[in-house]
T-cell receptor
């Protein structure tokens, strides 16, 4: 089967750095994405990793280790507006697994003043 | 923001009734998706489409059907709604195959089945 695990909640203070981990077990892994969702809103795309290593986009960075089936999202210089839920999501080899796109259960980040 | 709308935004219906949710896009993207979101489960893929009249099942397709007769519209139908289908439903679109292409999500439809 397929499964993704994330911590359910993370709390940090403004200006700090926080790391949200994601581990996955799946067949036909192709890449790992991260999405942000504010309460009552729609998910929005943050980043995507298909290769091992770190991808940086402003204050956000995402890391992938395919051999460890592990990735993380790193948020730097936390701001109050970063309080939201963060989801990792796995995409699969389309030739053998179609468009099956699986989201993790999400991590709720609370940023305190 | 990507041009993607969902209708209705809220709906309350009774068990056993049919329900159709509509997703409309103005981006001319090839791929369209329907997800449901429930506490503790993240988003789960119901069905997706990779072109007009081309659809396939996702992770939780039982009890749902879809149709796509035009590029811009993707309909999700609950043939006979059940209380377990109470959820928030999101439509998403992507220009290309999901692996390297971000998905843009609509605002969601909150469906309550009583």
């Amino acid at each position: 089967g397929q499964s993704l695990e994330q911590p359910s909640e993370v709390t940090a203070v403004e200006g700090a750095i926080v790391q949200i981990n994601c581990t996955y077990q799946t067949s036909g892994f192709y890449g790992l994405s991260w999405y942000q969702q504010h309460d009552g809103g729609a998910p929005t795309f943050l980043s995507y990793n298909a290769l091992d290593g770190l991808e940086e986009t402003g204050r956000f960075s995402s890391f992938l280790s395919r051999s460890d089936s592990y990735g993380y999202l790193l948020l730097q210089e936390l701001q109050m507006k970063d309080s939201a839920s963060y989801f990792c999501a796995v995409s699969h080899d389309p030739d053998n697994y179609g468009q099956n796109f699986v989201f993790g259960p999400g991590t709720r980040l609370s940023v305190l003043p | 923001d990507a041009g993607i709308t969902q209708s209705p935004r809220h709906k309350v219906t009774e068990t056993g009734t049919p329900v159709t949710l509509r997703c409309h896009q103005t981006e001319n993207h090839r791929y369209m998706y329907w997800y449901r979101q429930d506490p503790g489960h993240g988003l789960r893929l119901i069905h997706y489409s990779y072109g007009v009249k081309d659809t396939d099942k996702g992770e939780v397709s039982d009890g749902y059907s879809v149709s796509r007769s035009k590029t811009e519209d993707f309909l999700l139908t609950l043939e006979s709604a059940t209380s377990s289908q109470t959820s928030v439903y999101f439509c998403a679109i992507s220009e290309g195959w999901t692996g390297g292409n971000e998905q843009y999500f609509g605002p969601g439809t909150r469906l309550t089945v009583t």
